[in-house]
């Protein structure tokens, strides 16, 4: 008799999404800025300023890279209508990021978003011990979406975003001697500054951004994941890490990244401490972050710019 609870693989890839539009303006781009503390520190500082004000008008503030990660925002309510998909999303967890800009976001657009299954893999059993305060194994799957956003009017293309997700109590469907795996591109390879205290109200802000998990807000909620209280937005803690790159190694140009990359590796507490470290390699900044009172990375990945800053 067939599992009614295990996933159909076959019809997961096949599904096909509806393209989305995501209109956004000045406004939207300097609330961002300051969900991922721009100008925490010091409210005039020239590096960070441009993000939220510019002396000739909001229409000419510049656009943090990571804001591209709101395009992809809306394929993750749609995962509940995949067919043969079948998960808690209550459980549901950031694993990675891969972002790519193929032109500098303008302050305010109209953004049309193709979204598709880039990949979908059975990860079977796994043991989350140090993450989790309970429920802390059972099965679990990622999946992998791919959105590409293009400037509406123009029809250019301006990001492409890779989220994987990982989908607590959605794996175990397959051979466990040969786990299902399923992928449709390439794979990725995967100094320091201090970062102020993030505030305890972080999430509370970052969400207004458009990422409305409760996992974020909700105590209860939280608790049911397996944590003590509500995290920080992985998107956000990218967020402060690629800022800190900007400032320290692109001189405060954020036109000179080209890609970025992100693992998530553990969850931030609002009001924890972030340290991002990181290392130039020709054209390429490796970083890592880590949440300074327990002394654990949380985050890590590279960045590759087009070109390095003329002061290096």
Same mark, same amino acid.
């Given at each position: 008799?067939?599992?009614?609870?295990?996933?159909?693989?076959?019809?997961?890839?096949?599904?096909?999404?509806?393209?989305?539009?995501?209109?956004?303006?000045?406004?939207?781009?300097?609330?961002?800025?300051?969900?991922?503390?721009?100008?925490?520190?010091?409210?005039?500082?020239?590096?960070?300023?441009?993000? #939220?004000?510019?002396?000739?008008?909001?229409?000419?503030? +510049?656009?943090? *890279?990571?804001?591209?990660? %709101?395009?992809? !925002?809306? /394929?993750?309510?749609?995962?509940?209508?995949?067919?043969?998909?079948?998960?808690?999303?209550?459980?549901?967890?950031?694993?990675?990021?891969?972002?790519?800009?193929?032109?500098?976001?303008?302050?305010?657009?109209?953004?049309?978003?193709?979204?598709?299954?880039?990949?979908?893999?059975?990860?079977?059993?796994?043991?989350?011990?140090?993450?989790?305060?309970?429920?802390?194994?059972?099965?679990?799957?990622?999946?992998?979406?791919?959105?590409?956003?293009?400037?509406?009017?123009?029809?250019?293309?301006?990001?492409?975003?890779?989220?994987?997700?990982?989908?607590?109590?959605?794996?175990?469907?397959?051979?466990?001697?040969?786990?299902?795996?399923?992928?449709?591109?390439? #794979?990725?390879?995967?100094?320091?500054?201090?970062?102020? +205290?993030?505030? *305890?109200?972080?999430?509370? %802000?970052?969400? !207004?951004? /458009?990422?409305?998990?409760?996992?974020?807000?909700?105590?209860?909620?939280?608790?049911?994941?397996?944590?003590?209280?509500?995290?920080?937005?992985?998107?956000?803690?990218?967020?402060?890490?690629?800022?800190?790159?900007?400032?320290?190694?692109?001189?405060?140009?954020?036109?000179?990244?080209?890609?970025?990359?992100?693992?998530?590796?553990?969850?931030?507490?609002?009001?924890?401490?972030?340290?991002?470290?990181?290392?130039?390699?020709?054209?390429?900044?490796?970083?890592?972050?880590?949440?300074?009172?327990?002394?654990?990375?949380?985050?890590?990945?590279?960045?590759?710019?087009?070109?390095?800053?003329?002061?290096?």
């Amino acid at each position: 008799m067939a599992d009614n609870s295990a996933c159909n693989p076959d019809l997961i890839i096949a599904h096909k999404f509806p393209d989305t539009t995501y209109v956004y303006t000045e406004r939207d781009v300097a609330v961002y800025a300051l969900g991922v503390g721009a100008c925490g520190r010091d409210a005039v500082d020239t590096d960070e300023l441009k993000y #939220v004000y510019h002396e000739n008008g909001q229409q000419f503030i +510049k656009v943090l *890279p990571t804001f591209s990660t %709101l395009f992809s !925002l809306r /394929g993750l309510p749609q995962l509940s209508g995949v067919p043969g998909l079948k998960f808690d999303k209550r459980l549901l967890l950031h694993g990675q990021q891969y972002i790519e800009i193929h032109k500098p976001l303008p302050s305010n657009a109209s953004i049309l978003n193709k979204t598709t299954i880039a990949g979908f893999h059975d990860k079977g059993l796994y043991s989350l011990p140090e993450m989790m305060s309970s429920n802390s194994g059972g099965k679990a799957a990622i999946l992998e979406l791919e959105t590409r956003s293009y400037e509406k009017e123009s029809g250019e293309l301006l990001t492409l975003n890779r989220t994987s997700v990982f989908l607590r109590g959605a794996g175990g469907f397959s051979d466990p001697s040969k786990p299902f795996t399923y992928s449709n591109y390439p #794979v990725n390879p995967a100094s320091a500054m201090k970062i102020p +205290k993030t505030q *305890p109200s972080a999430a509370l %802000l970052y969400r !207004l951004s /458009g990422d409305y998990n409760p996992l974020h807000s909700d105590p209860m909620i939280a608790k049911v994941a397996g944590f003590s209280r509500p995290i920080l937005h992985g998107l956000c803690t990218l967020g402060f890490a690629v800022r800190a790159i900007i400032k320290c190694i692109c001189r405060g140009h954020p036109d000179i990244v080209k890609s970025i990359f992100a693992r998530f590796l553990l969850h931030v507490y609002p009001g924890e401490a972030l340290i991002t470290e990181m290392w130039l390699e020709g054209l390429r900044v490796i970083y890592q972050v880590k949440a300074k009172e327990r002394n654990r990375a949380v985050l890590s990945g590279y960045v590759d710019l087009h070109r390095l800053a003329a002061s290096l």
